[in-house]
């Protein structure tokens, strides 16, 4: 292999190695939103079981 | 955009990109003849500016975004544009890149201030770092959307205002390199192989923006979710 | 004059008003308590326009240049002098006969012999009394008092009761406060926060 | 008519506060005379005379950011800005007014900076005065605004320079291009049409930096 085709194949290794790692750094957030989605299901079965009504939630101006 | 509408779209990008990436390499590597003086390492220029000039678009894009946020106050394009700025400077890291490799090919040297559009770009660059240490450095809310929106603008105005600076810069401050531009005597076969390239790296970039934006979008319904249950 | 729907602000991930519906007449005095923290300074802004609700919607009958907002700050500079500050403010508010206006507030909140001194040489109490006299300055229809007692000493807190007394029911006011008996005879509604 | 009162008015505030605490503009001149002092140490013997014109373009770049960092900090330690938004004049005529005042205490620093340089290095040709005069219009303009934008975060005093200095880059060249061009009208030009560019992008879009 020339300088040149080295040089050449490098340019277009860099760009997919630049992706690759994108593509790393996304799974990482994807794991992250995941473990938030179960810790938030836990919250709300607790919150649930809490309190079997729910509470009226608007606060209204007293005349 | 209804969710299974938006899917569909999703899937339709990252299979245009795909295909568009396969046959762009192809062509570059395997279609297009050696240019005539520069021979094989000209190949580079497949790469390095289609991926120069999508990360402009990106940049233009997060701006219309930007525009439309401080004209319409709809808070979902401060995402947008945010991640388009993402998009723009991860294709600007690959332009500096790539074009310092050309320049290493070209003239045995890493950098060049001759070269126009690396100087540029690395004026962008530094820009929008800033844009983010922006959004760091400002409580979440409506205030830093609209302060990310007007420096997203100025970004868009300073690419041709800094690129006629490089320009007056050249042979007084910065040394003169014969710039050939890349785009003028460009033959038949070439010009087809830049422009299957270019729109690669656009359907790629547009695929990623799209991907990152639902999961800008999943984050912060998350945090609404949280919010309402504590 | 005041009208919120379902009114939301949070700050970051911090929901400080959740849902909060509001209507506020022309000629009202709305008593507004709570805790600290309770979001009464945020409603308060939020109807000045210095905030926007990030959830549900809310209406100001009036434009800003006719709104008068007393916050926990002053909003003087301390380096001015109390003429100073009021003539900067009279300019920007467009205020007729300005320098009548700010003698006549300037006497009626005992801060006339002051009124060369710098702001920074002031006490906690006289600063409150010149905020007070930039909200009063243009004569404002809207007038949202946060916690305005807060600093007074009993005079300053008289003057405050002949000017709530005088306002009342000729023009609208939201008061904000912890002692909400010195206004519960004024007051025409009650909104418990928090 | 009344937004040039307004103007004025918040421009008369800004120079008194400054007669009166005069920190902001002393420290703005010693910072210049001190950094081109240092700067002569750090040429070696042999440099060309047109290195000296840089220096002082660096001087005077970081001078204006010293002046910008102080720019609203009266309006940030006592939370004035409110006071300022809720007046009904136009809230670009905040950003006008202050404009003026940093634009004031910048060329008060360039009365002295200009002849020490002269003094120091190499004579200050009517050129380099009217790309002085020119950039400092476009610092004003667009530091003001970044002013505003870092007075509302957290890393006030760190994130100006990070905001000004890209934006600065053509401000640079046009300066030192006027310098030592044996062409300055290009440069001049160049820094006319930054100044406009920008100054109008400043004045629209200040509205939208400092409300909700």
């Known amino acids: 292999m020339t300088s040149a085709e080295k040089y050449v194949t490098a340019a277009y290794l860099v760009v997919l190695g630049v992706l690759l790692a994108y593509l790393v750094i996304y799974a990482f957030k994807l794991s992250r939103l995941e473990r938030e989605v179960g810790e938030l299901t836990e919250l709300a079965r607790r919150r649930r079981e809490a309190e079997p009504t729910p509470e009226p939630d608007r606060e209204e101006v007293a005349p | 955009m209804s969710t299974s509408l938006r899917n569909n779209s999703a899937v339709a990008l990252a299979a245009a990109a795909f295909v568009l990436l396969l046959a762009g390499l192809t062509l570059a590597f395997y279609w297009v003849p050696n240019a005539p003086v520069e021979g094989f390492r000209q190949r580079i220029f497949y790469i390095h500016v289609p991926v120069a000039l999508t990360s402009y678009a990106c940049f233009g894009w997060a701006a219309w975004k930007a525009l439309r946020l401080l004209w319409t106050r709809e808070r979902r394009y401060d995402l947008e544009s945010y991640t388009a700025v993402h998009m723009g400077v991860i294709f600007g890291i690959l332009t500096l890149v790539t074009g310092s490799i050309w320049a290493r090919t070209s003239w045995g040297v890493w950098w060049s201030w001759g070269e126009r559009q690396l100087v540029l770009f690395l004026v962008l660059f530094l820009f929008y770092s800033a844009y983010f240490m922006l959004r760091y450095s400002v409580e979440p809310g409506p205030r830093r959307e609209r302060m990310s929106a007007v420096y997203a603008l100025f970004g868009v105005v300073l690419i041709p205002v800094s690129f006629m600076a490089i320009r007056l810069a050249e042979g007084l401050i910065h040394p003169v390199v014969f710039d050939r531009d890349p785009s003028d005597n460009l033959a038949a076969s070439q010009l087809t192989t830049f422009v299957v390239c270019f729109a690669a790296t656009l359907a790629l970039a547009a695929s990623l923006y799209v991907n990152e934006l639902t999961g800008k979008r999943v984050d912060e319904r998350l945090r609404e979710l949280r919010e309402a249950l504590t | 004059m005041i009208r919120a729907r379902g009114l939301g602000r949070s700050f970051g991930t911090k929901r400080v008003l959740r849902d909060l519906d509001l209507d506020v007449g022309e000629r009202d005095l709305l008593v507004v308590t709570g805790p600290n923290g309770s979001g009464k300074s945020t409603l308060l802004a939020l109807c000045a326009g210095l905030l926007a609700p990030t959830a549900g919607e ?32 009279g300019c920007l508010y467009r205020v007729p006969e300005r320098r009548e206006r700010i003698g006549m507030l300037l006497e009626r909140f005992a801060l006339w012999e002051a009124r060369h001194e710098r702001v920074s040489a002031f006490s906690r109490g006289m600063q409150q009394r010149l905020a007070l006299c930039r909200t009063l300055l243009h004569d404002p229809d809207l007038l949202l008092l946060d916690e305005p007692y807060a600093g007074l000493d009993e005079a300053g807190a008289a003057l405050l009761d002949a000017e709530l007394g005088a306002l009342a029911g000729e023009r609208t006011l939201v008061v904000s406060t912890h002692e909400p008996e010195r206004v519960a005879a004024l007051a025409t509604s009650r909104l418990a926060l928090g | 008519m009344n937004y040039l009162s307004d103007v004025g008015a918040l421009a008369r505030k800004d120079l008194r506060l400054e007669l009166r605490s005069r920190d902001t503009f002393l420290s703005m001149v010693l910072f210049v005379v001190a950094t081109l002092v240092v700067f002569s140490f750090s040429l070696p013997a042999g440099t060309a005379e047109e290195a000296s014109y840089g220096l002082l373009w660096v001087a005077l770049l970081f001078t204006a950011i010293l002046g910008l960092t102080r720019a609203f900090a009266a309006e940030r330690e006592q939370r004035l800005l409110d006071g300022l938004i809720l007046a009904p004049c136009d ?48 610092l004003a303009a667009v530091g003001t605004l970044l002013a505003a934008m870092a007075a509302a975060s957290r890393a006030r005093e760190l994130l100006l320079p990070l905001l000004l200095l890209p934006l600065a880059i053509p401000i640079v060249v046009g300066g030192v291009g006027a310098s030592i061009s044996d062409d300055p009208g290009r440069f001049l030009g160049f820094l006319g049409l930054y100044d406009l560019i920008f100054a109008i992008l400043s004045w629209a879009s200040f509205e939208y930096v400092v409300t909700e």
């Not at chain 4, 009365?111 to 040709?125: G, K, Q, S, Y």
Request: negative net charge.
């Open chain 4, 91 to 138: 809230r670009s005529a905040i950003w006008l007014g202050k404009a003026i005042a940093v634009l004031a205490f910048l060329a008060l620093a360039e009365v002295v900076a200009l002849p020490a340089f002269a003094l120091f290095f190499e004579p200050v040709t009517w050129e380099v005065v009217a790309a002085v005069v020119l950039a400092n219009l476009g």
């Open chain 3, 58 to 89: 809310l209406e100001v009958g009036v434009d800003r240049g006719r709104v008068g907002y007393l916050a926990h700050e002053p909003l003087v500079y301390r380096e001015l002098t109390a003429l100073e500050n009021l003539e900067l403010y």
